[in-house]
């Protein structure tokens, strides 16, 4: 299974940028999927993350600015951001808890991307 993001990038303050996510690879299913963060000299952290059935968990920091949603049958996963503040600056990474199929069994894993840069300016 592997994840790569796309559409990170750099912008002022109060600007928009919206996140991709795809997933592929011998998926035969896709549960919780999420986004997350690190910025230099800081550790990992939880941004949103939303369930298979389209359940939300937003952290408070960027509630009411940042908007999760998932495509299933695209495997895709995006992240809308808006407001954008100097502190979201961060790599951000696309997170999904998958089942794939070996051709003999199923595997249950935890499966990350590669991260993109987002930077704003103020």
């Known amino acids: 299974v592997q994840l790569v993001e796309s559409g990170g990038g750099s912008v002022q303050a109060g600007g928009s940028l919206r996140l991709s996510c795809a997933a592929s690879g011998p998926i035969f299913k896709i549960d919780t999927m999420g986004w997350y963060r690190q910025a230099p000299g800081k550790e990992r952290e939880l941004v949103a993350s939303?369930?298979?059935?389209?359940?939300?968990n937003t952290v408070d920091s960027v509630k009411g600015r940042f908007t999760i949603s998932r495509d299933n049958a695209k495997k895709m996963l995006y992240l809308q951001m808006n407001s954008l503040r100097p502190e979201d600056t961060a790599v951000y990474y696309c997170?999904?808890?998958?089942?794939?199929?070996?051709?003999?069994?199923?595997?249950?894993?935890?499966?990350w991307g590669q991260g993109t840069q987002v930077t704003v300016s103020s």
């Open positions: 939303i369930e298979s059935g389209g359940s939300t």
């Open positions: 997170n999904a808890d998958a089942t794939y199929h070996t051709g003999s069994y199923y595997v249950r894993d935890d499966y």
